[in-house]
């Protein structure tokens, strides 16, 4: 079964063009990395210090798998480092239209 994990973030909102970059970089790296685990993602901004980042993973231990060595990853810590206040919600994908 396919999850959804969504970060919530806040930025300066003179950090949003480099935060983007940061997150392309991090999305191709695991991309890289981790074929076919991670299947789409979201980026939703709800005003401009406020964002969404939904993650969809082809399942609880493909998610497992990357999420155990994200830390690691330079790209990880890069993506973060100019985001304040994350919380995160993990949860599986009952149904979709």
Do not use: C
């Not at 969404?52 to 973060?80: C, H, K």
């Amino acid at each position: 079964m396919a999850v959804l994990r969504i970060t919530r973030f806040t930025i300066d909102p003179a950090d949003e063009a480099e935060m983007r970059a940061r997150r392309t970089t991090l999305l191709a790296k695991v991309h890289e990395a981790f074929p076919n685990r991670l299947t789409g993602t979201q980026l939703v901004k709800v005003d401009d210090e406020t964002w969404f980042d939904a993650w969809r993973w082809a399942s609880r231990d493909a998610y497992a798998e990357v999420i155990a060595v994200a830390p690691t990853l330079p790209e990880a810590g890069n993506a973060f480092a100019i985001t304040k206040d994350p919380s995160l919600e993990l949860g599986d994908i009952i149904e979709e239209s």
